[in-house]
């Protein structure tokens, strides 16, 4: 049986704060006996608590139900450390600067995984004027198409939303593109550098 949140979380994240069950009971206003109960999974606590919970220990509640502690290493903001995240359900399309939590439909998401550009998805970059003109080597139909093509560079991330039956291809300004990014909604996201 799933549950919203683990006693396993709890003891983890209660440790990693350095916290006593005590501290963690008096911060929430419970018992002691309360959060071991949480720990040794005997109980849960209310949802009513889950943000207090995340609260204390200075965490998200995306991240206490899920259990993965998120560290935004990415100080920078550098657009290079760009994530996709695709949703299987309704296609939703997520970016990130680095790691964070999603859900959508209920589903956490991971991000995509960028492979190099193969021949069956082959990336033409040409510069017209002051834009690149990208188009994907790439069949667009109702069952199989390129559900986006993004262009990064380190200060921005440039999105265009593809559609089956339509064309892959978009137009980015130039703004020191180093990578065009594209996702198959067969064989997920692909990568491709701009020379």
């Known amino acids: 049986m799933n549950q919203y949140i683990t006693g396993t979380t709890i003891r983890e ?13 008096e911060i929430l206003g419970v018992s002691d006996k309360t959060v071991s109960k949480w720990e040794t999974a005997k109980g ?9 919970i995340a609260n204390a220990f200075k ?14 290493t990415n100080v920078s903001a550098n657009m290079m450390r760009s994530r996709f995240y695709v949703c299987p359900v309704c296609g939703n399309i997520i970016h990130s600067m680095g790691d964070v939590v999603i859900h959508c439909h209920g589903i956490q998401l991971l991000p995509a ?22 188009r994907i080597e790439h069949d667009m139909t109702k069952s199989h198409f390129i559900s986006f093509i993004a ?29 065009i990014y594209f ?4 064989d997920g996201l692909f990568c491709g550098a701009v020379k």
């Open 151 to 179: 262009a990064v560079s380190a200060d921005r991330c440039q999105m265009v939303k593809l559609y089956p039956e339509g064309n892959a291809k978009a137009r980015f300004k130039i703004n020191g593109v180093k990578k």
């Open 183 to 186: 996702y198959c909604n067969r």
């Open 44 to 52: 849960y606590p209310d949802i009513t608590l889950l943000e207090p």
């Open 113 to 134: 995984q960028a492979e190099q550009v193969d021949d069956a998805h082959k990336i033409i970059v040409e510069l017209v004027e002051d834009e690149y003109y990208v």
């Open 59 to 72: 965490i998200s509640v995306p991240e206490l139900i899920s259990g993965n502690h998120v560290q935004n």
């Open 13 to 25: 994240q209660r440790e990693r704060n350095n916290m006593t069950q005590f501290q963690l009971a």
